[in-house]
């Protein structure tokens, strides 16, 4: 008895092959694809219109042009300005003493989060919550 199966070649998500062997796998990706490309389309959506809204432009979008700017933002470039971050927790201990310290965020990812409507406690909140 053979088994079919479809083998999902290079995913825009970076991902390795899949094997998916079954219907219900295959439709389970299919929404999870479509899921993350709702997401992406919202987070442009909202950047470009709070660019329009206020008409600016904004730059470091561009990785290696760092001083480009643009008002029509693509998902993707947004994606990539938060992956290129750098955002550090740390938990530093001085003898009796210990706390969580997170580097604070750029200009440009606070001026993204203010776009995306998203207050920057989303993103202090972490060193609080990793006690």
Do not use: C
């Not at 992406?40 to 979008?61: C, M």
């Not at 700017?69 to 009796?96: E, N």
């Amino acid at each position: 008895m053979e088994r079919e199966f479809h083998l999902v070649k290079d995913l825009p998500l970076g991902l390795s092959p899949l094997f998916v062997w079954k219907d219900d796998q295959i439709k389970g990706l299919i929404s999870l694809l479509n899921l993350a490309l709702r997401l992406v389309t919202l987070l442009e959506t909202q950047v470009r219109q709070g660019l329009e809204h206020v008409h600016e432009t904004i730059a470091g979008l561009y990785e290696g042009q760092l001083t480009r700017t643009t008002q029509q933002s693509t998902g993707k470039r947004i994606l990539h300005a938060f992956t290129r971050a750098h955002m550090t927790l740390t938990h530093p201990t001085v003898g009796a003493m210990s706390g969580w310290h997170l580097k604070p965020l750029s200009p440009l990812h606070e001026q993204l989060l203010w776009y995306l409507r998203l207050p920057p406690s989303l993103y202090t909140a972490l060193a609080y919550n990793s006690s």
